[in-house]
T-cell receptor
Framework: DAGVIQSPRHEVTEMGQEVTLRCKPI?????LFWYRQTMMRGLELLIY????????DSGMPEDRFSAKMPNASFSTLKIQPSEPRDSAVYFC?????????????FGPGTRLTVT | SQQGEEDPQALSIQEGENATMNCSYK?????LQWYRQNSGRGLVHLIL?????REKHSGRLRVTLDTSKKSSSLLITASRAADTASYFC??????????????FGSGTRLQVQP
């Protein structure tokens, strides 16, 4: 399996622009998680889905952030409008329901820089 | 919020030495996991220990869990330069067993000098 795939790997944009991050989970996994990592705040859970349904979005910082999962193999995290404080590495992770389903598999991340 | 707090924040050792990292958490847990993150990469799952377990081994890794102290330790024996990475503990809450989200600690940066 190719693992969790994220695109783009790097994104540089200007303040006010819309940013869309993409994630393809491991085939067959039914949980998908979006995280943000910064030096100041560490690794923060933004939102997670189960069977394409958002379960907990309490970590989404503001209305500027939105996430969708239209099908089992694709999810997006959108920031509109972007701000410099959104600069971070955004990770997508997936896991599978089962006895050991708490193990999460992470993608390589998208490094976002907002200028 | 960060439930797990790792100690030390940074650790530098020589190749061949053992590395010990500690994690403390605040609430009752279902399980605790350790992850490794190489620079510029995503996190990789290393080992999971359940709340009813006290010790677990995997290769050169040894994890202990003390639920009475709400703490865990990760021991890497005979360290190698390739072990250089950041290590994170992550907890799954016992309060809501249906909740699959993990809470990650702040991490320990391990540097193994060749």
């Amino acid at each position: 399996d190719a693992g969790v795939i994220q695109s783009p790997r790097h994104e540089v944009t200007e303040m006010g622009q819309e940013v869309t991050l993409r994630c393809k989970p491991i085939s067959g996994h039914d949980y998908l998680f979006w995280y943000r990592q910064t030096m100041m705040r560490g690794l923060e859970l933004l939102i997670y889905f189960n069977n394409n349904v958002p379960i907990d979005d309490s970590g989404m910082p503001e209305d500027r952030f939105s996430a969708k999962m239209p099908n089992a193999s694709f999810s997006t995290l959108k920031i509109q409008p972007s701000e410099p404080r959104d600069s971070a590495v955004y990770f997508c992770a997936s896991s599978l329901t089962g006895f050991s389903s708490y193990e999460q598999y992470f993608g390589p991340g998208t490094r976002l820089t907002v200028t | 919020s960060q439930q797990g707090e790792e100690d030390p924040q940074a650790l530098s050792i020589q190749e061949g030495e053992n590395a010990t990292m500690n994690c403390s958490y605040k609430t009752s847990i279902n399980n605790l996991q350790w992850y490794r993150q190489n620079s510029g990469r995503g996190l990789v799952h290393l080992i999971l220990i359940r709340s009813n377990e006290r010790e677990k081994h995997s290769g050169r890794l040894r994890v202990t869990l003390d639920t009475s102290k709400k703490s865990s330790s990760l021991l890497i024996t005979a360290s190698r330069a390739a072990d250089t990475a950041s290590y994170f503990c992550a907890t799954a809450s016992r309060k809501d067993t249906g909740r699959r989200a993990l809470t990650f600690g702040s991490g320990t940066r391990l540097q193994v000098q060749p």
